[in-house]
C-alpha cells in the first residue's frame, strides 16, 4: 500500500472539510481509554495549541495519524492512530518511517513521553527496529538499527 506523508496543522485543518472527515473517523477508531476526552476536543486542542498531525495518506484519504509537538530539538509523538478497517497492513509502521525521515531532514529526533507509548506501541517500534533509550520521563526513538526490524 503506497501511503505518503501528510501534515496537517490549523491552517490545513481549517480549509480542508476531508482532512476534517478522516482524522475525525481516524480517531473515533482509537481505544476509548486512548485520548481521554471526546475526539473532536482533542483535534480541536491539540492543532489550537499549534501542534500538528503528521498522517498517512492514500488514494486523498488519511488512515493513520499521530499527534505531533514540536521544538527546537525534537517532535513529540502520542496518540498513534489507525483506522480499523486499515489495521495490520502497515499503515501504522509506514507512518513512523515517513514521520521519522521527516523529523531528520527537519533536524529534529523523535520522542514521546513514557506515559504516553502503550505497550502495543512500544512493540511495533521494537518490531521497526527502534530503540526506546530511557532518558528521565521520556523515550527518546533512536533511528532504527541497521538491520533491525522488518519495515
Known amino acids: 500500500m503506497p501511503v505518503t506523508l501528510h501534515l496537517v496543522d490549523q491552517a490545513v485543518w481549517a480549509t ?10 481516524i480517531y473515533a477508531d482509537a481505544p476509548a481509554e486512548r485520548l481521554g476526552v471526546p475526539v473532536a476536543a482533542f483535534l480541536r486542542e491539540h492543532l489550537e495549541a499549534g501542534h500538528f498531525f503528521a498522517c498517512a495518506r492514500f ?5 493513520g495519524a499521530v ?4 521544538d527546537d530539538q525534537a517532535w513529540w509523538l502520542s496518540e ?14 509506514r507512518l513512523l518511517a515517513l514521520v ?5 531532514t527537519a533536524g529534529r529526533e523523535l520522542r514521546t513521553h513514557s506515559w504516553q507509548l502503550p ?12 530503540r526506546l533509550d530511557i532518558t528521565g520521563d521520556h523515550f527518546v526513538l533512536a533511528p532504527p538499527l541497521q538491520g533491525g526490524g522488518n519495515p
Not at 17 to 23: A, E, F, S
Not at 87 to 93: A, C, I, K, L
Open 67 to 70: 499527534a505531533v509537538s514540536a
Open 100 to 104: 521519522s525521515d521527516a523529523a531528520r
Open 16 to 25: 480542508d472539510p476531508q482532512i476534517k472527515h478522516d482524522l475525525q473517523r
Open 59 to 63: 488514494n486523498e484519504r488519511l488512515l
Open 80 to 93: 498513534l492512530c489507525v483506522r480499523k478497517a486499515t489495521r495490520r497492513r502497515g499503515v501504522g509502521s
Open 119 to 130: 505497550v502495543a506501541d512500544q512493540v511495533l517500534l521494537t518490531r521497526l527496529g527502534y
